[in-house]
T-cell receptor, first 110, second 112 residues
Framework: ELKVEQNPLFLSMQEGKNYTIYCNYSTTSDRLYWYRQDPGKSLESLFVLLSNGAVKQEGRLMASLDTKARLSTLHITAAVHDLSATYFCAVDMGAQKLVFGQGTRLTINP | SQTIHQWPATLVQPVGSPLSLECTVEGTSNPNLYWYRQAAGRGLQLLFYSVGIGQISSEVPQNLSASRPQDRQFILSSKKLLLSDSGFYLC???????????FGQGTRLTVV
């Protein structure tokens, strides 16, 4: 069965701290995407990772991809309140099939 | 530029009634199209995807169906809604296998 698993599913952290969200997937793929969802809203694209070793950074967020380990990470540096959201990874499983993880609900407290 | 339209934004339907949700994409041709469902507080479940007109791949064998009558139009339907069909339905498109998916604003469906 094709699976995309994120952990943790819930994360509460303080402003200024660093943390990492993990995304594991069960099939060979070198195409992985990260999204953000605010409560009651649709999804917004954050990062596109298209090869082994790919690293992308935007502000306090950095994403990386290790296709051999079938693992992607989303690292948050010096968190601020407006990063509170639910973060999803998605993997292209081939034949255009795009499968999402369960999401990580991130709450950043002052 | 490309845009995706999804409607309606909110829908309340009785159990047993039919459903039709429509999604259209502008500014591109031959997009890959997707329907996802998100239950409250949960992740995204892939329901259907399409790589071309009349080509539908189903991921969830339920009382839902999808059709793609035109290149940039994707329709999600049901003949008889169940309570368990309630959720947030999201349509998305991709330009190519290497691009990210872009999402519509979603339809919040409540079956009562």
């Amino acid at each position: 069965e094709l699976k995309v698993e994120q952990n943790p599913l819930f994360l509460s952290m303080q402003e200024g701290k660093n943390y990492t969200i993990y995304c594991n997937y069960s099939t060979t793929s070198d195409r992985l995407y990260w999204y953000r969802q605010d409560p009651g809203k649709s999804l917004e694209s954050l990062f596109v990772l298209l090869s082994n070793g790919a690293v992308k950074q935007e502000g306090r967020l950095m994403a990386s991809l290790d296709t051999k380990a079938r693992l992607s990470t989303l690292h948050i540096t010096a968190a601020v309140h407006d990063l509170s959201a639910t973060y999803f990874c998605a993997v292209d499983m081939g034949a255009q099939k795009l499968v999402f993880g369960q999401g990580t609900r991130l709450t950043i407290n002052p | 530029s490309q845009t995706i339209h999804q409607w309606p934004a909110t829908l309340v339907q009785p159990v047993g009634s039919p459903l039709s949700l429509e999604c259209t994409v502008e500014g591109t041709s031959n997009p890959n199209l997707y329907w996802y469902r998100q239950a409250a507080g949960r992740g995204l479940q892939l329901l259907f995807y399409s790589v071309g007109i009349g080509q539908i791949s189903s991921e969830v064998p339920q009382n839902l169906s999808a059709s793609r009558p035109q290149d940039r139009q994707f329709i999600l339907s049901s003949k008889k809604l169940l309570l368990s069909d309630s959720g947030f339905y999201l349509c998305a498109w991709r330009r190519s296998p290497l691009s990210e998916a872009f999402f519509g604003q979603g339809t919040r469906l409540t079956v009562v």
